[in-house]
Structures are given as structure tokens and as C-alpha cells.
């Protein structure tokens, strides 16, 4: 699996999802970023939307290094982030320190939960050993409210959450295995809610989701009464009454402090393990 996942990802869903995402995330963490942001790298950067959402949030434009496994998104970010911007085409599991030399702010969206345990810890080290902040925004917690409810919706998000855990993946494990693995290098982590908050603001993300989620749902528990459900969620949605809050989490990870690494000015300390 690459930093996207990109073949499940297609550039409509990307920018059909931009506006909740960017309404969804947690406004907090630029502003405890202080002047980090010289040379951001942007992990799956998909089209580029948390470039375009993080740039006027930082004091400075900074240069953007986007990394991605494919092609066509790395040129539609490049396009669309309003900073000076270079593009890496590369996967996570081969992602170096050195891929990422003068970086000073490494930030993701919607990554972590596509992860095996393997690639957090991965990426956690990496971040590690670069000694910067790093900030992971939309990350799913496994949760979702909806209005009004239906009896079968806890069947549906547990079948969910099993479909999202496939082939190792953490899916809703993922914010805290990787606030774990972080905190136990040192670094100081603070999590943030991020809801989607989905109905009729967002008539054609709301329709797509609910058709991806159930479809998910139906896929991992065959038995679930997929199109009965999907019906009355669909008909709910049709008539302006369907609301749902997909909660998510954005995981802000800062280096130690000075006096916390025992006043060592040489640089950040290696990971552990």
C-alpha cells in the first residue's frame, strides 16, 4: 500500500469530501505550530487540500515537498497549493529520513487510519528522527451519530469498523497506537476532535458516503439488510431530515522541550526501539 492508497481514492471523491474536511479540522494546532512550516512535507497529498487548507494558517507560506504514490494527484497539487511546491512520487514503506532532509513540519490527512501497525510505527520513527512537529488531521475514531436513528445503525458502524480493519489495517485503532508510539519516543502529543458534520450542507458528500459506508458495511457482514437500510437512510437524506457526525481525530505531535531532553541542543534523540 503506498502514502494514499490512491487507487481507492479518485480526484472526485477528493474534492467532493474538501469542503467538510476543511470544515471538519481542528483550527487549533497551526496556531500551536509557531513558526514550524519552512519546508512542510505533505504525506498522500492526495489533490493537495491540506496544503490548501494549512497554508494561510501558518505564518509563512513556507515550500511544500507533496508526496504521493501517484502521478495524476502529485500534478493537480502542485497546481493547486499556494506555496512553492516540489513533488515526490513514493510509497510509505519505502519512505527514508532522507526523502524528507530539511523538512521542519511533516502533516497528513486522512492517512493514518489506512495503515497497518507496521506503517504507524514506521512513520512515527521517521517523524521521530527528523526531530520536527508533525500534524495528522482526519483520522476516523470509529463513531458515528446519526439523526434520525435507525435500529440497525450499531450493526452497520461495527461492520464498518471490521471492513476498515481488513488486510491489518488500523482503521479506527489508528490516532491511538500512533499517539502511543509517539509519546513513548518523547514527543508531546495532543489530540483534537474533527467531526464531519454531513446532511443537507453537503447534499452530494453525504449521498456518497452513506452509499461507500453501507456498501463497506454489506461487504464485511453479508447478511446485513443493505438495501432495506439504505433505502430508508437514502429516503431520510432525499427529504433534507438525515443528519450524521463521522467523528475523526487530528493528532498534533511536538518535539520535547529543551529542558526535556535534558538540555541536549545537539538535536532530537533517536527513536527507541
Known sequence: ???????????QWLSLREDADAEARATEPPALLGGHGALVADLGCGTGAMGRWLVPRLPGPGRWLLIDRDPALLARAERGV?????????????????????????????????????????????????????????????????????????AFAAAFDAHQRRGGRLGPD???????????????????????????????????????????????????????????????????RLRAIVHHTDLLALPPRAAERGGDSAGPRPARG
Open 1 to 11: 500500500m503506498g502514502l494514499s492508497d490512491t487507487e481507492g481514492f479518485a480526484p
Open 82 to 154: 499556494a506555496a512553492p511546491a516540489r513533488t515526490l512520487r513514493a510509497d510509505l514503506a519505502a519512505l527514508d529520513p532522507s526523502d524528507l532532509d530539511g523538512v521542519t513540519l511533516v502533516t497528513a490527512s486522512a492517512l493514518l487510519d489506512l495503515l497497518t501497525g507496521e506503517q504507524a510505527v514506521h512513520l512515527a520513527r521517521t517523524v521521530v528522527r527528523l526531530g520536527c512537529p508533525a500534524l495528522f488531521a482526519l483520522t476516523v475514531s470509529g463513531r458515528v451519530e446519526f439523526s434520525p436513528t435507525d435500529p440497525w445503525d450499531e
Open 174 to 240: 489508528a490516532a491511538p497506537l500512533m499517539a502511543g508510539v509517539l509519546r513513548g519516543s518523547g514527543r508531546r502529543v495532543r489530540c483534537f476532535p474533527s467531526p464531519w458534520r454531513l446532511g443537507p450542507r453537503h447534499p452530494g458528500l453525504t449521498e456518497a458516503w452513506l452509499r461507500g459506508w453501507v456498501g463497506a458495511a454489506v461487504e464485511q457482514d453479508p447478511a446485513l439488510p443493505g438495501r432495506a437500510y439504505l433505502e430508508r437512510r437514502s429516503r431520510a437524506h432525499a427529504e433534507g
